[in-house]
């Protein structure tokens, strides 16, 4: 089984109703939350929330290199101790998000991708174990396309992002 991270954009109102959902109806939160991710039926691309797919700990492995304000991928205090998939989901603050939009769009992939080297995510047996082929880096920067513009429509609109492992 694969190991995705999800993330998600929340309005006030649903940051209440998630953490109601966490205490009342736990089951129904993880769902609640997916929901908010996938967006409106309408949208042909979700601008509420996004997946990694697997690129996740190789952009945090590179964005290690870079010394990040904020963790996007494991910051943020626990919403709960029940585990969605793989984790705890966690809600990285307004002002976190705001720190990390700001880090993200002044980081552009190439700088990155300086620090891509597949013998040394082999050797530190980063997750999923792709890098000896030929076409990870382009995967790590579509998804990292797609962090960035997340976490700036989310600081945009003073809002927080809630992440998990699913």
């Not at 959902?21 to 089951?27: A, K």
């Not at 990292?144 to 976490?151: M, W």
């Amino acid at each position: 089984m694969s190991m995705i991270m999800e993330c998600v954009r929340l309005r006030p109102h649903e940051v209440a109703e998630l953490r109601r959902l966490l205490v009342e109806e736990p089951d129904s939160a993880y769902e609640y939350a997916g929901d908010l991710r996938m967006g409106d039926e309408d949208e042909a691309v979700s601008s509420r929330g996004m997946d990694t797919d697997q690129a996740w700990a190789g952009l945090q492995w590179l964005l290690a290199r870079l010394n990040p304000p904020v963790d996007v991928f494991s910051g943020g205090q626990p919403m709960t101790d029940d585990e969605w998939g793989y984790d705890s989901p966690r809600l990285l603050a307004v002002a976190d998000v705001a720190e990390a939009a700001r880090f993200l769009a002044a980081t552009p992939f190439a700088a990155l991708a300086e620090h891509y080297a597949a013998a040394e995510l082999i050797a530190a047996d980063v997750y999923p174990g792709i890098w000896s082929q030929d076409w990870p880096l382009s995967y790590l920067e579509e998804a990292y396309g797609r962090l960035v513009a997340l976490f700036r429509a989310a600081a945009a609109d003073h809002e927080p992002i809630a992440v998990w492992m699913a």
